[in-house]
């Protein structure tokens, strides 16, 4: 009997004390049914920003904070708790793709942007990232570092380049990334000694 009690503690209006206690808490029941009842209208909100797999990365991330973070659920304060939630999921969407947007390898590309930069130091940038791919990078992460840092390709296309998935990309980029800070470091080191 408890369980259907608090089963229609979500159903009661949004000014309702319960209703609000049962969400700030956030209790599993009402949880589970706000997945269940806005799912669609998170997803609508979603899709006018985004598609795809970031639009449902998004749309779950939506529900994540909701369910991880008090303090969001606390920001709701009162009035229609749609346009409120409609309004969450459309600026996570929004901020998703602003992020997206920014994605750009801080690898090194010689040649590119080469103004101002002499001939050694293009033949000396070159020689670092042959050394690095050679004596560092892992043979699997290669085609990940050839696409994301030299080639600068977008996380995207660099996956579907490399028949991977981007998350994987993703996370072979940022260890990528780890070994190439620590193979400058070190022949920063060896040039200064």
């Known amino acids: 009997m408890v369980i259907a009690l608090e089963t229609t503690l979500f159903d009661a209006a949004p000014d309702g004390d319960c209703w609000t206690t049962s969400f700030y808490e956030g209790r599993s029941v009402a949880m589970a049914d706000l997945y269940r ?12 920003v985004l598609g795809g797999a970031d639009g449902e990365t998004v749309i779950h991330e939506v529900f994540f904070r909701l369910i991880s ?20 999921a459309k600026n996570l969407a929004i901020d998703y793709a602003r992020r997206r947007a920014r994605e750009t390898p801080d690898g090194l590309v010689p040649g ?15 020689s670092l990232i042959r050394q690095f791919r050679e004596a560092v990078l892992p043979e699997e992460w290669r085609s990940v570092f050839e696409l994301r840092f030299v080639r600068q390709l977008d996380q995207r296309t660099a996956a579907r380049t490399a028949g991977i998935a ?12 780890g070994l190439l800070r620590a193979f400058l470091l070190e022949q920063e080191i060896r040039g200064s000694s």
């Open 37 to 48: 009842e806005h799912f669609e209208l998170v997803r609508c909100a979603v899709s006018g």
């Open 69 to 88: 973070n008090e303090g969001l659920r606390r920001s709701y304060q009162s009035g229609a708790f749609a346009s409120w939630l409609y309004v969450v």
């Open 112 to 126: 590119l942007s080469t103004a101002g930069v002499g001939i050694e130091a293009q033949i000396e940038a070159r």
């Open 166 to 177: 981007r998350t994987t990309l993703a996370y072979r980029e940022h260890k990528i990334r």
